[in-house]
T-cell receptor, first 113, second 112 residues
Framework: AQSVTQLGSHVSVSEGALVLLRCNYS??????LFWYVQYPNQGLQLLLK??????LVKGINGFEAEFKKSETSFHLTKPSAHMSDAAEYFC???????????FGDGTTLTVKP | KAGVTQTPRYLIKTRGQQVTLSCSPI?????VSWYQQTPGQGLQFLFE???????NKGNFPGRFSGRQFSNSRSEMNVSTLELGDSALYLC???????????FGPGTRLTVL
């Protein structure tokens, strides 16, 4: 069964610092990979996705992620954190049935002024 | 284009009751998936419907059911509610053949 591990349930950074949220997946075949952001009492908003092609994926709000097959990782980064980035972030994986995704446990990002 | 809408946004029920949640997908999207989000279990897949047919089902008891109508709107029903059913229920829609799901704001169900 596919699984997703997000290392660190809470990450705290200072405003302007690098954001790094880690995601590893278990799979024997290349998956579709997604990062979502969730603000309190809201649904999930897609930040970026990897399906095929370029392994460095750029998303919205300055976020990007790199698919590393050898490490089965898809870490999310942002060069400079903003206060508005404080939220919960979810990594997800799906395969041939893109309507069924498996999510990580989420990482809560806190941005300190 | 309007996003995914879910109604109601908040719901309070008591144990033993049943509840029906509604999801209207983005226009043209024929696939609708449902997820349950709880602090303890995280985000878990419930089921997916495409063209009124259930395509996939997660590991939930039979008390959880769903359906999809010809206009792609979907409902999920939970019968004999338990305290543990308290959760945010999220619906997502996508275009046939596309890999991106678009999520609605969710329905917050509280079971007392």
């Amino acid at each position: 069964a596919q699984s997703v591990t997000q290392l660190g349930s809470h990450v705290s950074v200072s405003e302007g610092a690098l954001v790094l949220l880690r995601c590893n997946y278990s799979s024997s075949v290349p998956p579709y990979l997604f990062w979502y952001v969730q603000y309190p009492n809201q649904g999930l908003q897609l930040l970026l996705k990897y399906t095929t092609g370029a392994t460095l994926v750029k998303g919205i709000n300055g976020f990007e992620a790199e698919f590393k097959k050898s490490e089965t990782s898809f870490h999310l980064t942002k060069p400079s954190a903003h206060m508005s980035d404080a939220a919960e972030y979810f990594c997800a994986v799906s395969y041939t049935n893109a309507g069924k995704s498996t999510f990580g446990d989420g990482t809560t990002l806190t941005v300190k002024p | 284009k309007a996003g995914v809408t879910q109604t109601p946004r908040y719901l309070i029920k008591t144990r033993g009751q049943q509840v029906t949640l509604s999801c209207s997908p983005i226009s043209g999207h024929r696939s609708v998936s449902w997820y349950q989000q709880t602090p303890g279990q995280g985000l878990q897949f419930l089921f997916e419907y495409f063209s009124e047919t259930q395509r996939n089902k997660g590991n939930f008891p039979g008390r959880f059911s769903g359906r999809q109508f010809s206009n792609s709107r979907s409902e999920m029903n939970v019968s004999t509610l338990e305290l543990g059913d308290s959760a945010l229920y999220l619906c997502a829609s996508r275009l046939k053949g596309e890999d991106t799901q678009y999520f609605g704001p969710g329905t917050r169900l509280t079971v007392l």
